[in-house]
Nanobody, 122 residues
Framework: QVQLVESGGGLVQAGASLRLSCAASGRTFSSISVGWFRQAPGKEREFVAFIIGSGGKTYYADSVKGRFTISRDNAKNTVFLQMNRLRPEDTAVYYC???????????????WGQGTQVTVSS
């Protein structure tokens, strides 16, 4: 069973960058797709991006396209989310999640990390 642990969140000013990491345990990491989601206070969990197991395909929400980049290093069992030109509306708890088949719906994912807080001040 794969387990996921996020890190890299923090407090930054608008326009800054952060890189989130999602470290996985388990020998089957390269066979799973990984998605990033976020949830702001009082709002539903929102899809951000996903990457398939090989890393050959990625997909982004319109709200982050061109600013965020998802990537993975299967040798290190880690997926990254590089976030540039951050905005106050990007403030949320960010979660990584694993699935056999990728998708933009949270219901597609059956393995979740504990989340990491990202706060962007104006």
């Amino acid at each position: 069973q794969v387990q996921l642990v996020e890190s890299g969140g923090g407090l930054v000013q608008a326009g800054a960058s952060l890189r989130l990491s999602c470290a996985a345990s388990g020998r089957t990491f390269s066979s799973i797709s990984v998605g990033w989601f976020r949830q702001a206070p009082g709002k539903e969990r929102e899809f951000v991006a996903f990457i398939i197991g090989s890393g050959g395909k990625t997909y982004y929400a319109d709200s982050v396209k061109g600013r965020f980049t998802i990537s993975r290093d299967n040798a290190k069992n880690t997926v990254f989310l590089q976030m540039n030109r951050l905005r106050p509306e990007d403030t949320a708890v960010y979660y990584c999640a694993g699935a056999s088949w990728p998708g933009s719906s949270a219901s597609s994912y059956n393995i979740w990390g504990q989340g990491t807080q990202v706060t962007v001040s104006s």
